[in-house]
């Protein structure tokens, strides 16, 4: 598959002082720094939600909730072949996975930008398939699941699974008032 990466890949990292405390000093901000790609990629391993932004083909954007997983190097999320994310990427495969707190001044919001590409190669997809259920538990797995049977819907093609390799991702952190704000190139 394409998009695939070496997971052990580092992308290049830089502060961005215009958006951090770096250009505006409070206390305890003199020595922000830009956040490392590894602590970026754990969190975005531990979070639940993500926000999908695909275009809509007049050229709108499509925003929606989803889960993801991060699996060798690679975000993926799934949804119905017929729903707009979908309809969307067929026309555009650019977008944006976000995800993040809602806090002013506590926690690290994400944002993952790159090409959604869908996932044919069945060992693949075993693989994320495995990566999900590990992640989500028994959301996935227990009959009584919010996402009971997704894995096998993605196996039947009744949810087509999407790859997102990052080409370019920015982290926005918020630590009692100190900001950060890091790009990360791929």
């Avoid at 998009?3 to 990292?13: G, K, L």
Wanted: aromatic letters at 10%.
């Amino acid at each position: 598959m394409s998009v695939q990466r070496p997971a052990a890949e580092q992308p290049t990292t830089e502060l961005d002082a215009r958006y951090s405390s770096a250009l505006h000093p409070r206390p305890g901000a003199a020595d922000v720094t830009a956040t490392e790609w590894d602590e970026a990629r754990r969190r975005t391993e531990a979070a639940e939600i993500f926000w999908a932004v695909t275009m809509r083909p007049g050229g709108g954007p499509h925003v929606t909730p989803v889960i993801a997983a991060w699996h060798d190097g690679v975000l993926y999320f799934s949804t119905g072949p017929g729903e707009q994310k979908a309809r969307n990427l067929a026309h555009d495969a650019h977008c944006a996975l976000i995800t993040g707190g809602n806090s002013l001044t506590e926690g690290f919001d994400l944002v993952v930008e790159g090409e959604a590409e869908p996932v044919g190669d069945p060992a693949v997809l075993e693989g994320v398939i495995a990566a999900y259920e590990a992640k989500y538990g028994s959301h996935i797995t227990s009959a009584e699941g919010t996402f009971h049977g997704i894995g096998d819907a993605m196996r039947r093609g009744d949810a087509v699974l999407f790859a997102v390799a990052p080409v370019t991702a920015y982290g926005f952190g918020r630590d009692d008032g100190v900001y950060s704000h890091t790009r990360w190139g791929f």
